[in-house]
């Protein structure tokens, strides 16, 4: 079973910025999307970025501008750069990987705190 490794995360002042990676523990093949997704504190979790491989990227409306997912398509690695943080940009961030089939890999999450 292919493992998720999150990391990046940490304590940064409004305006920081941070770079989250995710490294796969094995191959992982037929990969369909790989996105970025956090979860605040009482919150659900929710859809911050994605690469959908061969097409479009997705970006969360809040932010937008701020943030650039990217792959390292030969290792299969997933990158989020977040710049302008803000407050509300805190909470635990999870890698997820998709794959034909539909199976779903999720990472066990790196926290973000932003806060002066």
């Known amino acids: 079973q292919v493992q998720l490794v999150e990391s990046g995360g940490g304590l940064v002042q409004p305006g920081g910025s941070l770079r989250l990676s995710c490294v796969p523990s094995?191959?992982?093949?037929?990969?369909?999307?790989m996105g970025w997704y956090r979860q605040a504190p009482g919150k659900q979790r929710e859809l911050v970025a994605s690469?959908?491989?061969?097409?479009?990227?997705f970006y969360a409306d809040s932010v937008k501008g701020r943030f650039t997912i990217s792959r390292d398509n030969a290792e299969n690695r997933l990158y989020l750069q977040m710049n302008s943080l803000k407050s509300e940009d805190s909470g635990d961030y999870y890698c997820?990987?998709?794959?034909?089939?539909?199976?779903?890999?999720w990472g066990r999450g790196t926290q973000v705190t932003v806060s002066s």
């Open positions: 997820k990987i998709s794959i034909d089939g539909g199976m779903n890999y």
């Open positions: 094995g191959t992982v093949r037929n990969i369909r999307v």
């Open positions: 690469i959908v491989i061969g097409r479009e990227t």
